[in-house]
Nanobody
Framework: QVLLEESGGGLVQAGGSLRLSCAAS????????MGWFRQAPGKEREFVAA????????KYADSVKGRFTISRDNAKITVYLQMNSLKPEDTAVYYC?????????????WGQGTQVTVSS
């Protein structure tokens, strides 16, 4: 029921920054959490960051703490991922998801994904 539209991916050099956006829409919006996941070629999809709409509590993977920041705009029903100090190992397809259980998941609605490529 929840439709997600992602944007903001691209190609950047190591140390650069990108901001990903995920806009949510739908007649029924009952998700309590929104999160970002990523999947690199040959690897499983992994958790990156999540935020609770009520209260704004956040959670981050250890690999991105201090570099990535998740935020949301309630008026736009949009979640952002500010990615700073990017590293080549951050290269992946980034997906936005929604869930109703916990910050760490499960997430059962997904966007189409946006490619992030970090060159060295």
């Amino acid at each position: 029921q929840v439709l997600l539209e992602e944007s903001g991916g691209g190609l950047v050099q190591a140390g650069g920054s990108l901001r990903l956006s995920c806009a949510a829409s739908g007649r029924t919006f009952s998700s309590y959490f929104m999160g970002w996941f990523r999947q690199a070629p040959g690897k499983e999809r992994e958790f990156v960051a999540a935020i609770a709409w009520g209260g704004g509590t956040t959670k981050y993977a250890d690999s991105v703490k201090g570099r990535f920041t998740i935020s949301r705009d309630n008026a736009k029903i949009t979640v952002y991922l500010q990615m700073n100090s990017l590293k080549p190992e951050d290269t992946a397809v980034y997906y936005c998801g929604t869930g109703r259980v916990a910050l760490s998941g499960p997430y059962d609605s997904w966007g189409q994904g946006t490619q992030v490529t970090v060159s060295s």
